[in-house]
């Protein structure tokens, strides 16, 4: 067994994951793309296609090229640009108007042009504009006037109550912010997941690969035998019957030896869902290109790995982060519907000034006013806002209950990973003694059959027995490695999981 990493090198890895996580809840935090994990040795198709296929090739064809990881960053790439989009909410705006009579009996017409602010506090709005008239105006257009210079007009609008902290542009703003903090821990998540199964699709097709290489050297001794029989027959020194009862032990080991093939076809098949050129074509390695058999070892005891780091790993887990991301969403739009309920009492200053030679309208225009008004609206019976408010609180109530759910599921599942990897140790070295004693008594078994004192079909038995503990040593190593690719996975051990 490899020993395990030191509890040192297991919370630095462990604060890496937390830091990855706190700078996706980070607004600022630029996308990634998997384009940004750096390239290990050759090129990725050359790797793939050149010498013995290791874990750490697989990892990273899978990082670099999985459709999901791909179609998780563009899922990233749309929430950042409907962030923007709701910033574009507090955009300056740009306003023009001209305005004038081709004839009749009144002359007048203005120009003017406005600028508006609208900012986050108070749900302000500050302007200001220009205008300039020329002409006469009938009575009631009489507002239109302006020196020769024009008016220039600043002003500001306030929300008292409703709108003041809160409103749909602030919330959108926010919502779309957190929005794509959880795209980001999304992507987290699809490349823990992703890299996890492409894993576990790796150690299963070196397992496959390993138990063909048990069952052709068993088919090898039953077809040496076979010759060696057929010539004793010829001889007379062996009745037919032990050259039948052989050829029934060949078509019985060949039967293995094509379900073991069948087997791995498939991990093979399994194993190219995740290996991928750098077109995204998948490519399905060959038998060729298993690794040596030590790859398979046993991995590190689960009892050597600390408890209060693996706390801190499931406590900073992509789904919980996404549920404490998705409970602020609720709870702000509960907020958002309480504003709802409030009356609406609104207040705007205004400060104008118009300059130059008087102009038609006369001296009344010739002055620096300031002006003030309030406004005051509010629903009498707020059905709709309350049952919005209701809904929300409903969906609050319902995001926290999920995260307390999927916080003691994956607290279960943990655990039943460090079982697994604890007891695939202890299963392992015990294949491994049962392998070592099916070989002791294969050998003195055809010692005693070379030696007159055997019987041939024990000698067979002793063979496929040693044969099925090879295969079950196998499974149990198999068993390890998938343990382990669980225990990185759900320890976000990124570096193990090739995305770092």
Known sequence: MTPPPPASDRRHRLASCAALVALALATSEAPLSAQDITPLGD??????????????????????????????????????????????????????????????????????????????????????????????????????????????????????????????????????????????????????NVQHEALRAYWRWVAAGEEIRVYEELLEIAEARQVGLSREVREGARPQIALTENEQNLLRRRTLLEQARRDFALASNA???????????????????????????????????????????????PELATFRLAIERATNKVALRRNDLQPRLDASVELSRDFGALGPGGPGFDSTDAVVGLTFTVPLQRREARGRLQRAEAELREAELRQRRIADQITTEVGNILANLSAAGRLAALAEAEVRQARAMVEAERTRFRLGAGEFFLVNAREETAANARVGAIRAALAGRLAEASYHAATMNLTALGLE
């Open 43 to 192: 090129p990725l198709d050359r790797a793939l296609a050149t010498g013995a296929l290791l874990p750490e090739e697989v990892l990273r064809a899978s990082a670099l090229t999985f459709p999901s990881i791909l179609e998780a960053f563009e899922r990233e790439a749309a929430a950042r640009s409907d962030q923007v989009a709701a910033d574009g909410a507090f955009d300056l705006m740009l306003k023009g108007e001209y305005y004038d009579r081709l004839s009749g009996y009144y002359s007048g017409g203005f120009g003017k042009v406005e600028a508006r602010q609208p900012l986050r506090p108070y749900g302000a709005e500050v302007f200001g504009s220009y205008r300039v008239s020329d002409g006469t105006f009938p009575i009631y257009e009489n507002y239109d006037y302006t020196n020769r210079l024009g008016e220039v007009k600043v002003g500001a609008l306030f929300s008292l109550l409703r709108n003041r902290d809160i409103d749909q542009r602030r919330f959108a703003i926010e919502d779309t912010r957190l929005a794509a903090s959880q795209a980001r821990l999304d992507v987290m998540l699809v490349q823990l």
């Open 271 to 317: 194993l190219g869902f995740y290996l991928r050129g750098s077109d995204g074509r998948m490519f399905v390695p060959s038998r060729e290109q298993l690794p040596e058999t030590a790859k398979l070892a046993a991995t590190a005891p689960a009892e050597a790995l600390a408890a209060e780091p693996l706390a801190e790993a499931i406590r900073n887990r």
